[in-house]
């Protein structure tokens, strides 16, 4: 039997571009997920890899599209040749029941995870860069009102409470708060 794993990273991504390859090769069943390839915990590879029977054929669109790192991909292909399930990818052109597929594998898992080792080195440099030339992550500053150190003080002294000086201020519980804790 032909059988189909199909992945995208996030819910915003669709599989169609793969699951139309798919239907081309004319496999029987699809496993369709929208789920990081970070691990191998995920629950269609699961239902994928314990549907799988002797003599079936995986397709998948790219090596990339069933794991991230060669370890995970290696140990995926295991677990396929102890049922004696064959894995064909339609991107890197292989297949894993010749001997020259179990070789390209395992140099295009090793190819893959170095461009994703250096995608993640490329953007911590670019991160460790932008914040030396001082471009500043994550939430702006918050500005604060220009009555807020008189309100403050109405509120340290019981003319006010809590909630009659974020009114006040116009500020929510949390931002109140906070500038009030970095002011000392």
Same mark, same amino acid.
């Given at each position: ?38 691990? %191998?915990?995920? &629950?269609?590879? @699961?239902? #994928? /890899? +314990? ?6 054929? *995986?397709?998948? =669109? ?33 297949? %894993?029941?010749? &001997?020259?597929? @179990?070789? #390209? /594998? +395992? ?6 995870? *170095?461009?994703? =080792? ?67």
């Amino acid at each position: 039997m032909k059988i189909a794993y199909c992945r995208v990273s996030t819910l915003e991504q669709n599989t169609a571009r793969q699951e139309i390859a798919m239907n081309e090769v004319g496999v029987d069943i699809m496993f369709i997920e929208k789920a990081s390839g970070k691990n %191998t915990d995920r &629950p269609e590879l @699961k239902k #994928m /890899l +314990t549907y799988a029977r002797n003599g079936d054929v *995986l397709y998948i =669109e790219s090596i990339s599209r069933l794991a991230r790192s060669v370890k995970d991909l290696l140990n995926i292909v295991e677990l396929l040749k102890a049922k004696n399930v064959g894995l064909i990818s339609l991107k890197e052109n292989f297949d %894993t029941m010749t &001997p020259q597929g @179990k070789f #390209m /594998l +395992t140099i295009f898992a090793a190819l893959a995870e *170095l461009e994703r =080792e250096t995608t993640l080195q490329r953007q911590a440099e670019g991160i460790s860069a932008a914040k030396m030339a001082g471009l500043r992550f994550g939430r702006p500053i918050q500005v604060l009102p220009d009555n807020f150190k008189a309100v403050i003080s109405e509120w340290k002294n019981g003319k006010v409470n809590a909630v009659e000086a974020m009114e006040k201020l116009r500020m929510k519980k949390t931002t109140f708060y906070k500038a009030i804790k970095e002011m000392g």
